[in-house]
């Protein structure tokens, strides 16, 4: 495997290395501490989910999660998932940033849905995994999108109505494309993820678990947070006795 298609997470980790190959990138880890001293100093609306999305984050980006997405395609869209189903929404809780105007809740779901379509395309994945500033690009455009969806669903002035809506729409697209991905019937990421045999798995049986868990754990978060809108509406609701 070329390195320009692990441009940033390095090689790809086999079980015999995985637990030493931690990321160290100086940048990385000066802006995660950057955004500790901000919640340790309480400039975070909320510092538990805060504190929350930065341990995630390190996971994602520092821990061994990282080499292992250059061996595994599993691996990338648990990396993909945790950003935009978990940690997106902690920073909303953690840095709602109200002063910011906000565009139709709609405009938000459709952008945030092409942005994880196109960058699960064969083509622009490869690009993403290609050279540092694509990779970022990658990051940032899918953590930023589902920061601005997650912010105007959770939004005081969002309708619960609406903001169900949106969580169906996002559960839906999705799962479609998780099932696209288990369905294909040959390998659409294989050239970067050819190496797979260490793990004990073919590409195309890496390829299938992912998309699986993109099918179904993935909407567990939309689901549970739906269930928590619903719940607090109808409380609302009760008349007073």
Excluded at 23 to 30: G, K, M, R
Excluded at 56 to 73: T, Y
Excluded at 213 to 230: R, S
Aim: with cysteine; proline share 8%.
């Amino acid at each position: 495997m070329p390195d320009a298609m692990i441009a940033y997470c390095g090689p790809a980790a086999v079980p015999d290395d995985f637990w030493v190959r931690w990321n160290t990138d100086p940048l990385l880890i000066a802006v995660l501490a950057a955004l500790a001293i901000m919640v340790a100093r309480g400039r975070s609306a909320d510092a538990r989910a805060g504190w929350v999305a930065i341990a995630l984050m390190v996971v994602v980006f520092v821990s061994p999660l990282c080499a292992l997405s250059s061996a595994l395609f599993l691996a990338r869209v648990t990396h993909h998932i945790l950003l935009v189903t978990v940690v997106a929404p902690l920073l909303v809780r953690a840095f709602p940033l109200r002063r910011i105007g906000s565009p139709p809740l709609v405009a938000l779901v459709t952008a945030h849905a092409l942005i994880l379509w196109v960058w699960h395309a064969p083509g622009p994945y490869a690009f993403g995994l290609a050279s540092v500033p694509a990779y970022w690009l990658m990051q940032i455009s899918l953590l930023g999108s589902a920061w601005f969806m997650w912010r105007a669903i959770l939004a005081p002035s969002a309708t619960t109505g609406a903001a169900l809506m949106a969580l169906v729409a996002t559960i839906g697209q999705m799962g479609l494309l998780g099932a696209l991905i288990v369905f294909a019937p040959e390998p659409l990421y294989a050239v970067h993820f050819s190496n797979t045999a260490p793990w004990g798995l073919t590409p195309l049986a890496d390829q299938q678990l992912a998309g699986l868990l993109m099918w179904v754990p993935a909407m567990l978060p939309y689901l549970g947070v739906g269930l928590w809108l619903a719940w607090s509406s109808l409380r609302h609701s009760e008349p007073a006795l």
